[in-house]
Each structure stands twice: as structure tokens, then as C-alpha cells.
């Protein structure tokens, strides 16, 4: 009985501890994302791009890495959900009763999966240079897609195994096709699809190895697709580069715009997806 509640308490002290070690780190992290930037933070960080003597510590912001960012992960998180929706429809609903194939796949992405992202970015730099591109905003989309497809398929996959078989094979016994029962699921698991995007967008946006050969760096807002991009991860990078002091407090203050957009994206896809949650099948 004392070895019994001895376990119980050990482990609800160990529990505990790492509760407050996760949540002490993120509280850490955060706070000195928003003590070292907050005092750098203007207007003119938001709405401008930099000018002349910007890493010097004068006039300017980054608007540029800001719109950059939203651009490549934007498209990126998108390309790849037009690329992994079919794919873990196909290997969940039209390869049932296949264990071999959908297993050998899932395994391929769990590969795929961690693969660090700068050989995303060096396989990316391969393929533009063979197609004669050079670092754009297209590159760095194409890289960046590339570095998310594993996320969303193994996302998707896992969530289409959680939706009760029956629920497809009723549609199938009432007359509908293949396709029109995959619908219904796709349906039903509108929540985790908002939820796949969540964590993809989260991964795009943040990521500095796929997007340094691919995506360019630009003081500019990309025009076209054709066109260098910059990024907020590495405006952040080249600021915490640069000996100046003020351009370092710069750096902080990128990460904490960028530390922004993550929570906003955050609240907005939770909102999203329970809303959808009281409306799905």
C-alpha cells in the first residue's frame, strides 16, 4: 500500500515539475522576446521597409520581411493542402483493406517528416537551378511546400483514421460514389483540416534553412513571383548578426511581431474550428 502511494505521489510530482519546466520555458522565451523588442517597436517597424542605414540602426522597418513571410507561408501552407488532401483521402479511403501500400507511404512521410529543412533548401536550390531560376518569392514557396507536405499528410492521415468507418460506408450502401463519400468525410473533419494549416503555417512561417537559397533576401516587397522575398526569420538573423546595438533591439522586436502573427493565426484557427465543430455531421 506505502509502494503504491509512494508511485502515485512520485508521479504527481513528476507531472508537476513538468508542467512548470514546459510552461516556465515558454513564459521565459516569451518574455524576453517582448522585454528585448518592445522598446524597439514603433510604427515605423510595421509600415515601412528599410532604407537607407537600416542595419546601421536608423530609418526604416520591416514591413518587407513581414508581407514576405505571410506570402511564403501562405502559399506554401496552401499549395500543400491542395497537394495533401488527395493523398490522405486516397491512402485512407481508396486503399482500405491495402495494409502494405498506406503503411509503406505513411512510413515514406514519416521520413520525409524529419528530414531537417535546410535539405528541403538545398534539394529546393537544385531544382530552381536546373529549371534556371533564381532565389524568388516562387522558390522559396516551391521549398517551403515541400517542407510542409509531410506535416499536412501525416496531420490529415491520422485525423481521417479518427472518423468512425461507418459513417463512409454509409454513404457508400446509400448509392454515392467513391469521391461523394470521401466528402462527407472531408466534412466531418473540417476541424482537423483547420488544425493541419495551423501547424504547417506554423512550421512555414518560421523556418530560415528552406527559404536562404531558395526565397533571396530583398529590402523591397515582392511584385511578382519572380521577384526576391524576405522573411521575418531572416531579417531576425541578419539583425542579431549586425555589432550594433539598436539593430539587434530591432531583432527582437521582428521576433516579437513575428511571435504575433503566430498567436493571432493561433486564435483565429481555434475560433474557426469551433465553429465548424457544431456544424460538422
Known sequence: ????????????????????VVAGSLFLIVGTIVVKGLPYMSLDMLTKTPEGGF??????????AIIGSLYIAGGATILGLIISIPVAIYINLYLKGKSFIPNTVRMCFDVLFGIPSIVYGAFGFILMIYLGMRASLLGGIIAVTLLVIPILIRTLDEIISTVPRELHDAALSLGATRWEASKVVLRHIIPGIITAILLSFGRAIGDVAAVMFTAGFSDNIPASLGEP????????????????????GRAYASAFILTVIVLVITVLANILSKRFSKHKI
Do not use: H
Not at 510530482?13 to 513538468?18: A, D, G, H, N, Q
Open 1 to 20: 500500500m506505502r509502494r503504491r502511494k509512494f508511485e502515485e505521489q512520485f508521479f504527481k510530482l513528476l507531472m508537476v515539475l513538468s508542467t512548470i
Open 55 to 64: 542595419y546601421s540602426g536608423k530609418e526604416g522597418g520591416v514591413l518587407n
Open 229 to 248: 522575398a524576405a522573411s521575418l526569420p531572416l531579417a531576425i538573423f541578419f539583425q542579431l548578426s549586425s555589432p550594433s546595438a539598436e539593430v539587434q
